[in-house]
């Protein structure tokens, strides 16, 4: 079985796998990606398991309504659909799971035991959203619509997902907006025309009215408090 999945969900791949000895351009060569693309938003890399053709599920389940024909999802994963369920699900033979994989990866397996062992699933997903709303921002497109097709999640599942991690779209796109003004702040070599760009703003006027709110005063009195602050750090 195989998918398709975000290039730029793999963007820490790389320094994973030097961290853990490995040679990462061998890795990802071994799986199919081109390492190229790894970390670009607008591209997307094939990714298939290693348990042989007959791996595929005898039921799949999504939380979202129906979004294309009912054969087009059948053929995919050939097996029956469920739409708008308790849960996103794929439910595989139990025999199937025990099975000994005939080709085994030690560094996917230590790859995958790294990802489970350092968060939780809805502190990741929280993660990944706010990544691709920091990569989304600048060119003004960091909405629920296209983060959730760049998480390949469907914007309902989206809204849940964040709501299930206590919070919401509304709320992490503040959260990440005001963490990368500060960032950007920090750094007097950045213009203030780059920091409402970086933030999605066609205006700096919105920059300073979002300033006011977060910080209490203008974008150049945050960054003086910075810059005072780190120089204080220096002493």
């Not at 099975?99 to 560094?107: A, F, M, P, Q």
């Not at 397996?109 to 790294?114: E, V």
């Not at 600048?138 to 909405?143: I, L, M, T």
């Given at each position: 079985?195989?998918?398709?999945?975000?290039?730029?969900?793999?963007?820490?791949?790389?320094e994973?796998l030097?961290?853990?000895g490995?040679d990462?351009?061998?890795f990802?060569r071994?799986?199919?990606?081109?390492?190229?693309?790894?970390?670009?938003?607008?591209r997307?890399v094939?990714?298939?398991?290693?348990?042989g053709?007959?791996?595929?599920p005898?039921?799949v389940?999504?939380e979202?309504?129906?979004?294309?024909?009912?054969d087009v999802?059948?053929?995919?994963?050939?097996?029956?659909?469920?739409?708008?369920?308790?849960?996103?699900?794929?439910?595989f033979?139990?025999?199937?799971m025990e099975?000994?994989?005939?080709?085994?990866d030690?560094?996917?397996?230590?790859?995958?035991?790294?990802?489970?062992?350092?968060?939780d699933?809805e502190?990741?997903?929280?993660?990944a959203a706010?990544?691709m709303?920091?990569?989304?921002?600048?060119v003004?497109?960091?909405?629920?619509?296209?983060?959730?097709?760049?998480l390949?999640?469907?914007?309902?599942a989206?809204?849940?997902?964040?709501?299930?991690?206590?919070?919401?779209?509304?709320?992490?796109?503040?959260?990440?907006?005001?963490?990368?003004?500060?960032?950007?702040?920090?750094?007097?070599?950045?213009?203030?025309?780059t920091?409402s760009r970086?933030?999605?703003?066609?205006?700096q006027?919105?920059l300073?009215?979002?300033?006011?709110?977060?910080?209490?005063?203008?974008?150049?009195?945050?960054r003086?408090a910075?810059?005072t602050?780190?120089?204080?750090?220096w002493?």
């Amino acid at each position: 079985m195989s998918d398709l999945i975000s290039a730029a969900s793999l963007s820490e791949l790389p320094e994973m796998l030097t961290e853990l000895g490995a040679d990462a351009d061998d890795f990802l060569r071994r799986m199919g990606i081109d390492r190229r693309v790894v970390g670009a938003q607008d591209r997307y890399v094939p990714f298939s398991t290693s348990a042989g053709a007959e791996f595929h599920p005898t039921r799949v389940t999504f939380e979202h309504p129906q979004i294309a024909e009912r054969d087009v999802y059948v053929k995919y994963f050939g097996c029956p659909v469920e739409f708008e369920a308790a849960r996103s699900s794929m439910v595989f033979p139990r025999a199937l799971m025990e099975r000994r994989l005939g080709r085994r990866d030690r560094l996917a397996h230590d790859l995958a035991l790294r990802f489970m062992a350092g968060t939780d699933r809805e502190t990741a997903f929280v993660d990944a959203a706010a990544d691709m709303i920091n990569r989304s921002m600048p060119v003004g497109r960091a909405n629920v619509a296209q983060v959730s097709e760049l998480l390949l999640v469907h914007p309902r599942a989206l809204q849940r997902r964040l709501q299930a991690a206590g919070t919401s779209f509304e709320e992490l796109f503040d959260q990440v907006r005001r963490d990368t003004a500060d960032g950007l702040l920090a750094n007097p070599d950045v213009p203030m025309s780059t920091v409402s760009r970086q933030l999605g703003y066609s205006e700096q006027s919105s920059l300073t009215r979002s300033c006011r709110r977060w910080f209490g005063v203008t974008p150049g009195r945050r960054r003086h408090a910075l810059l005072t602050r780190r120089l204080g750090d220096w002493d």
